[in-house]
């Protein structure tokens, strides 16, 4: 195999996806199903999941829920194994101060984003020590600097790197890789939803704040939901192999928050 065509995923791969029906995870589902993989995911907006592009198979799943996470591996059993799983699952939590945080809404920020790639790993472990596979968790660059007023979010993200470089220590001798993908500013309706808070809790308009994020990004643009497939589709390659315990920014380097 030379160098080019250790770019290529293999044409048989077993991924499972949470948040798979609409933003970068769908953009994964799509990458991975392009690539000859076979795909489950799992997502709790069940108008999106019947919406798939045919081939990928879901469940409908919340990952705070282990009833839910426990439903969702007895249905992706159907692939046969697994040999790449993408802890994609995560929501923004509250723009706030740390004064008027209050308990439920850190709590269930953590609860999604830590708990939730936890209890998918708990359950992936066994599956991928077989296959030899991969776990992809996606952190974000609030994973790597901090973030005022999202403080929940930005804990979260700093753990799941943590969660990440532990997992790689202790399954990497069993043949199991694990990374994490930080991500930019992404394009699409998240982002433009986190501007429109920020805006507001700085009392400034939608454009000056977008302009504002633009002027912390050195290649003074948003990223897109492809570009992220694209990393986990070259972590999944054959190239990927001797990538483990990294905490990989795709964030065209995002400098501070
Ligand atoms: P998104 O807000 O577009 O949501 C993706 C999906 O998550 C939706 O389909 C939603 O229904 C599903 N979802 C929400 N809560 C869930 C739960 N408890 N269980 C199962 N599914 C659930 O998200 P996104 O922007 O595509 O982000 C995906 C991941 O990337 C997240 O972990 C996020 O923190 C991270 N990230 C995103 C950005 C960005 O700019 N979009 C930047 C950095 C990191």
Redesign the pocket.
């Known amino acids: 195999m030379n160098v080019v065509e250790r770019l290529v995923p293999r044409h048989d791969l077993r991924v499972l996806i949470?948040?798979g029906?609409?933003?970068?995870?769908l953009a994964i589902a799509k990458a991975f199903l392009d690539a000859g993989a076979r795909v489950h995911v799992?997502?709790?907006?069940a108008k999106?999941l019947t919406a798939l592009p045919e081939g990928i198979t879901h469940t409908q799943?919340?990952?705070?829920q282990e009833a839910d996470v426990d439903r969702l591996f007895e249905e992706a059993a159907s692939l046969g194994g697994l040999d790449v799983v993408v802890n994609?699952?995560?929501?923004a939590g509250p723009t706030a101060g740390i004064d008027e945080i209050d308990d439920e809404s850190w709590t269930r920020t953590i609860d999604?984003?830590l708990n939730?790639q936890y209890r998918v790993a708990h359950r992936a472990a066994p599956l991928l020590r077989k296959s030899q596979g991969l776990l992809i968790n996606?952190a974000?660059?609030a994973g790597r600097l901090g973030f005022a007023y999202r403080t929940p979010y930005s804990a979260s993200k700093w753990a799941v790197v943590g969660l990440t470089k532990s997992l790689a220590c202790e399954l990497g001798p069993e043949g199991v890789r694990v990374n994490a993908i930080l991500?930019?500013?992404?394009s699409?309706?998240?982002?433009e939803k986190v501007i429109e808070d920020r805006a507001a809790k700085r009392g400034i308009s939608y454009a000056e704040m977008e302009q504002e994020n633009l002027a912390k990004v050195s290649m003074r643009r948003m990223v897109e939901p492809t570009d992220i497939a694209a990393m986990a589709l070259f972590l999944s390659a054959p190239g990927g192999a001797n990538i483990s315990g990294q905490a990989l920014s795709v964030c065209a380097n995002v400098e501070s928050l």
């Open positions: 949470t948040a029906a609409n933003g970068i995870g799992c997502d709790i907006d999106a799943a919340d990952v705070s994609n699952a995560g929501i999604i984003n939730g996606l974000s660059v991500p930019g500013i992404v699409g309706p998240r982002i």
